[in-house]
Every structure is written in structure tokens, then in C-alpha cells.
């Protein structure tokens, strides 16, 4: 099981991010994710919602995003930020792997500088494959792994095969074949 950072930590963190989101703002990266208005996205360790609030602007009112972490204060900073922006199409999830989001449900999940951290990346990556619609995408991005151990690590198990390489991102299509449930664990 995962455990969140300090609280010092992500205070860091937060501080770090405004930083980097100041030099290259995150909607140029979402760009290359291609999500569309009405959207359902999941944005998979969303720390304080730098990517959660670009995408729901980009999703409008009719779209939804789920921006789930295991620290109490990402959930805490994304709502803030919403409502600063008065966004009301954001829903946060506390948990370190479950979503408790409906089988097929979500139309794109971000997974962005998360996966080096996760004790469990098969478990997190079986999650993603039931909630992602049968046509629905990984936007995978972490600064922290070379590209031939991304791809490695997103496609084993047969879970997601790889679709694009973006300048920033990585787009991953869900395998709809069997695979195998022992090489999620």
C-alpha cells in the first residue's frame, strides 16, 4: 500500500509545480491528449490539480474529471482551485489504487509522474483498464523512467498497447484480447 508524502512535502511540491507550470503551461501538454468537450477524464494522482483544472476547462460542462490522489491535501487544493475558477465539473477521489468508478466509464485517464512512485503499478494499471471505455485512452508522462521502460511497464501484462509518442506524453490504447491476470500481480 502507498502512503502520501509529508505534509511539508507536498507543500513542496505544490511549490515546485507552480514553478514548472508557469515556464510551460500544462494545456500546450494536454494538447497532445486530444480530449474533447463532455469528455469523462480520470486524472490518476493529481497531486494539486495542475492538470485537473486545464482538462476541466477543456471538457466543459457537459464533461466530468475525476482528479484522485492519496494525500488529503491534493484533494483539498483541487477544490480550492476549482472553485476559484468556478469549475463544478470535478470530482475528487482519495485512495492510493480503487477509483470507485463505474466499469468502461471514463473516455481518457492521465497518468502523469506518478508511476515511479506506485508500489503496486500492475494493480493501478488494471484499475485504468476497467474504468477506460473500450475505445478510450492512457496519457502516460514520467520524467522520472526512459522511454523503452514506459513503454515496457504500461504494455506488460497485455493491459494497454502503446498508440502515439507525443513530444510530452505517451498514448496507450486498451488491449480488448485476454491477457494474462498473473502478470498484474
Known amino acids: ?57 477543456l471538457v466543459g460542462a457537459k464533461g466530468r474529471v475525476y482528479a484522485l490522489d492519496i494525500h488529503p491535501l491534493a484533494a483539498e487544493a483541487v477544490r480550492k482551485r476549482a472553485s476559484k475558477e468556478n ?17 468502461a466509464s471514463v473516455d481518457a485517464a492521465l497518468l502523469y509522474d506518478t ?23 492512457l496519457s502516460f508522462s514520467d520524467h522520472h523512467m526512459k522511454k523503452e521502460k514506459i513503454v515496457g511497464a504500461v504494455a506488460a501484462g497485455g493491459l494497454f498497447k502503446l498508440s502515439n509518442r507525443g513530444k510530452r506524453t505517451y498514448t496507450f490504447v486498451k488491449e480488448l484480447g485476454t491477457y494474462q491476470i498473473n502478470d498484474l500481480h
Open 115 to 137: 508511476f515511479h512512485l506506485l508500489s503496486e503499478p500492475r494493480a493501478v494499471l488494471a484499475e485504468l483498464h476497467r474504468v477506460l471505455r473500450p475505445d478510450g485512452i
Open 87 to 103: 469549475l463544478t465539473n470535478i470530482e475528487t477521489v482519495r485512495s492510493d489504487c480503487a477509483t470507485g468508478l463505474e466499469d
Open 1 to 57: 500500500m502507498d502512503r502520501p508524502v509529508s505534509n511539508l512535502n507536498f507543500g513542496l511540491m505544490t511549490l515546485a509545480f507552480k514553478v514548472r507550470d508557469f515556464l510551460l503551461a500544462r494545456a500546450e501538454i494536454l494538447k497532445e491528449v486530444g480530449i474533447e468537450p463532455g469528455a469523462v477524464v480520470l486524472d490518476y494522482g493529481c497531486g494539486p490539480g495542475s492538470y485537473t483544472i486545464e482538462v476541466a476547462k
